[in-house]
Nanobody, 117 residues
């Protein structure tokens, strides 16, 4: 019913930038909060940032001031601009979308971000 496709991951040197994008196929359903999560090897998946339909944002302390989340409600997309990347940002990044009318969240397949020191 709702499919998410991420793009934009890759390999970058420390201090560099990457921009992740996520496009949602909504089948006409309205998406509420959208967010980005990440999972590093051997660690639990953690929230990176989320943005509500109205544009309110929240960030993990570890990325504040470096990452910026944005969305386009008309296109059902959410982006994550990542600047000043650090090796500890290396992880698989997952897009998440809350569809309240269906009572569940949806996940993308993930995109790898690797930051070399």
């Amino acid at each position: 019913q709702v499919q998410l496709v991420e793009s934009g991951g890759g390999l970058v040197q420390a201090g560099g930038s990457l921009r992740l994008s996520c496009a949602a196929s909504t089948s006409g359903f309205s998406i509420n909060t959208m967010g980005w999560y990440r999972q590093a090897p051997g660690k639990q998946r953690e929230l990176v940032a989320f943005i509500t339909r109205g544009g309110s944002t929240n960030y993990a302390d570890s990325v504040k001031g470096r990452f910026t989340i944005s969305r386009d409600n008309a296109r059902s997309t959410v982006d994550l601009q990542m600047n000043s990347l650090k090796p500890e940002d290396t992880a698989i990044y997952f897009c998440n979308a809350e569809v309240r009318v269906l009572g569940r969240d949806y996940w993308g397949q993930g995109t790898q971000v690797t930051v070399s020191s």
